[in-house]
């Protein structure tokens, strides 16, 4: 469940804005200058954070990890860009692309924390399978509330100002993660009903 789960995770993607994101954070942590001068930056602006998180394709949090620092940290890697004339400091200047890392950051957290729900030694499968469907129920509100131009869940988007979110964007993202979903937990159905013996069997009429 965890696997399919990574995988379904997978469709949460905009290249434009994840490339751009992974070649900047490579930029800064690659070479050890720049990593200190960095570094130093973010001390003297006393930020949040004091260093960016690598991204690692092989680690399912890794990707919302990274993602949620450089958010927090955009405005300091935006300065850090400039000054030493690195590229893409035209995108962390971008209000419209800046809206496209708030929504890749905010649906990559709501992820990790699917994703930290099915793990640990005392988690059944019934509870594996009821946290598969809430958050497919939740895909269903989000994509709603997208439709209508009223998204109020997301915490970083809701930062933005109208004209800078990216409903298309969104819309495409949490279909596409919908339907994965559907496809890759469909066999989870098939078992509802014993769920349903193991987790409240006093719920069930007798026949069942």
């Not at 692309?97 to 499968?125: P, Y």
Request: a neutral charge; aromatic letters at 8%; proline letters at 2%.
């Amino acid at each position: 469940i965890i696997h399919q789960e990574a995988l379904c995770a997978k469709a949460a993607s905009l290249p434009d804005v994840m490339s751009v994101v992974v070649k900047s954070v490579n930029s800064i942590l690659a070479r050890s200058l720049n990593h200190r001068q960095f570094q130093a930056l973010l001390e003297e602006a006393e930020a949040t954070y004091g260093d960016l998180l690598y991204f690692c394709e092989v680690r399912w949090l890794s990707r919302g990890n990274m993602l949620s620092r450089v958010w927090d940290l955009r405005t300091e890697i935006l300065t850090f860009l400039q000054q030493k004339n690195l590229p893409f400091a035209e995108e962390f200047s971008n209000p419209l692309w800046l809206g496209k890392l708030a929504l890749l950051a905010d649906v990559t957290q709501e992820l990790n924390g699917l994703n930290k729900k099915l793990q640990g030694k005392d988690c059944l499968v019934t509870d594996m399978a009821a946290a598969v469907k809430a958050f497919d129920v939740k895909l269903r509100l989000w994509e709603s509330q997208t439709e209508k131009k009223t998204m109020k869940t997301f915490v970083r988007m809701t930062t933005l100002k109208s004209e800078h979110v990216p409903w298309e964007e969104a819309l495409v993202v949490l279909k596409n993660l919908r339907e994965q979903f559907a496809t890759r937990f469909k066999c989870l159905r098939d078992y509802e009903m014993d769920c349903r013996i193991m987790s409240s069997p006093c719920t069930l009429t007798v026949e069942d």
